[in-house]
């Protein structure tokens, strides 16, 4: 069982970066998270969407990264994905994906599998 998690860098103020998050499993039964931490703080969730086998799909973000961010997910390729515009500095962390058998869950304690992180920079 494995997530693997990609498309972090650099980008300037006002960029975007698209995030991969790929399972080895189907993650369609699963609820994604997206959750990130910066030096020094400590692990946030941004995004959620719920399975879309026995669940709804419905997503959720955290104020923050409202009207910015975009969690969705490809069946056919095993993958979720976190499209991140209009990146501002505080956006900046190490980014992770992980997959949850409980619904509508923002608590990191509650999901089963993570990624590795990748790295977000935004910065001019």
């Known amino acids: 069982v494995q997530l693997q998690a990609s498309g972090g860098g650099l980008v300037q103020p006002g960029g975007s970066l698209r995030l991969s998050c790929t399972a080895s499993f189907n993650l369609d039964y699963y609820t994604i998270g997206w959750f990130r931490q910066a030096p020094g703080k400590e692990r946030e969730w941004v995004s959620i969407m719920n399975g879309i086998i026995g669940n709804d799909g419905a997503t959720r973000y955290t104020d923050s990264v409202k009207g910015r961010f975009i969690i969705s997910r490809d069946s056919t390729m095993n993958t979720a994905y976190l499209q991140m515009n209009s990146l501002k500095a505080e956006d900046a962390a190490v980014y992770y994906c992980?997959?949850?058998?409980?619904?509508?869950?923002?608590?990191?304690?509650?999901?089963?599998?993570w990624g590795r992180g990748t790295l977000v920079t935004v910065s001019s």
């Open positions: 992980a997959a949850s058998g409980h619904p509508n869950t923002v608590y990191a304690n509650e999901y089963e599998y």
